[in-house]
């Protein structure tokens, strides 16, 4: 079994901060990849930023300057700081990581529960 247990959400004021944080447990042989996606009330899960096991980051346009994901491999733990929030970050973030539970295993793909970020005045 996998678990991506993840923390960090609030509510904060436009322009403000938060750090996400994603902790991978339970079986796991290799991470190749983690990420973050949000889902807004009424849109479709979009993704947010990405990191794979070598280091590349990819990010979607409209958090680009703002938004680092980094990883810490000894602790299976993703980040996520937010800077420069604004109303339209409101969304469930949700922590993805693409894993092998064995050596010979396949990729599969896990998700953490979601947290609630509320960016409001």
């Known amino acids: 079994q996998v678990q991506l247990v993840e923390s960090g959400g609030g509510l904060v004021q436009p322009g403000e901060s938060l750090r996400l944080s994603c902790a991978a447990s339970g079986s796991i042989f290799s991470i190749n990849a983690m990420g973050w996606y949000r889902q807004a009330p009424g849109k479709q899960r979009e993704l947010v930023a990405s990191i794979i096991s070598g280091g590349t980051t990819n990010y979607a346009d409209s958090v680009k300057g703002r938004f680092n994901i980094s990883k810490d491999n000894a602790k299976n733990t993703v980040y996520l700081q937010m800077n420069s929030l604004k109303p339209e970050d409101t969304a469930v973030y949700y922590c993805?990581?693409?894993?092998?539970?064995?050596?010979?295993?396949?990729?599969?793909?896990?998700w953490g529960q979601g947290t609630q970020v509320t960016v409001s005045s």
């Open positions: 993805n990581a693409l894993l092998r539970v064995g050596k010979l295993s396949p990729i599969t793909g896990h």
